[in-house]
């Protein structure tokens, strides 16, 4: 069976860091560009980062640009986000993503997502 | 950035009518438009990709058309389990993609 599965989320203060992990089984991991998108509570879908199957590739929202950082491990078939300065805003459902293609191109989409990580950014 | 906006925003229909959703882009996305469907509490899925394209075990209802600024999501025959939140996605601007503030189709 296709599937992610995220963790790592939870309550943080702002200004602290938090790391999360997505594990992917089901399919070839190395062979598919990976994305996180996250949804603030009741609100709509915002795309954070994404990373080319081979990490040569990396981008960034404006609003996580400088804060957040995207990596792969493709020997562990698994994928991080690791976010720090958090700030209010940032609190949001976190899922993960898989991409149809490889690298990352305009044609494409996401077709496989995880039910997501919820991270609560409050004092 | 571009802005993608999704009209109506809450569409108010029958089972077995047809639903016909609008993404219209700030400019020109070429053909590089997605279509997710999401219900409470549940991650999106996808149902097309590249403007056009059935996603995977997508069923025959849905379609999609479009290209450059103005591209339509057509439901052709509302099932119960449609009803959900519909968003649209351009990849045209690297790494500035953007998703549209979604449509809620919901039963009449």
């Known amino acids: 069976e296709v599937q992610l599965v995220e963790s790592g989320g939870g309550l943080v203060q702002p200004g602290r860091s938090l790391r999360l992990s997505c594990a992917a089984s089901?399919?070839?991991?190395?062979?598919?560009?990976m994305h996180w998108v996250r949804q603030a509570p009741g609100k709509g879908l915002e795309w954070v980062s994404g990373?080319?199957?081979?990490?040569?590739?990396?981008g960034y929202a404006d609003s996580v640009k400088g804060r957040f950082t995207i990596s792969r491990d493709n020997a562990k078939n698994s994928l991080y986000l690791q976010m720090n300065s958090l700030r209010a805003e940032d609190t949001a459902l976190y899922y993960c993503?898989?991409?149809?293609?490889?690298?990352?191109?305009?044609?494409?989409?996401?077709?496989?997502w995880g039910q997501g990580t919820m991270v609560t950014v409050s004092s | 950035e571009i802005v993608l906006t999704q009209s109506p925003a809450t569409l108010s229909l029958s089972p077995g009518e047809r639903a016909t959703l609008s993404c219209r882009a700030s400019?020109?996305?070429?053909?590089?438009l997605a279509w997710y469907q999401q219900k409470p509490g549940q991650a999106p899925r996808l149902l097309i990709y590249?403007?056009?394209n059935r996603a995977t075990g997508i069923p025959a209802r849905f379609s999609g058309s479009g290209s450059g600024t103005d591209f339509t999501l057509t439901i052709s025959s509302l099932e119960p389990e449609d009803f959900a939140v519909y968003y649209c996605?351009?990849?045209?601007?690297?790494?500035?993609?953007?998703f549209g503030q979604g449509t809620k189709v919901e039963i009449k």
């Open positions: 089901g399919f070839t991991f190395d062979d598919y560009a």
């Open positions: 590249d403007a056009s």
């Open positions: 400019q020109s996305v070429s053909s590089y």
């Open positions: 996605q351009q990849r045209s601007n690297w790494p500035k993609w953007t």
């Open positions: 993503a898989k991409d149809i293609e490889w690298e990352l191109l305009g044609k494409g989409a996401f077709d496989i």
């Open positions: 990373i080319s199957w081979n990490s040569g590739s990396i």
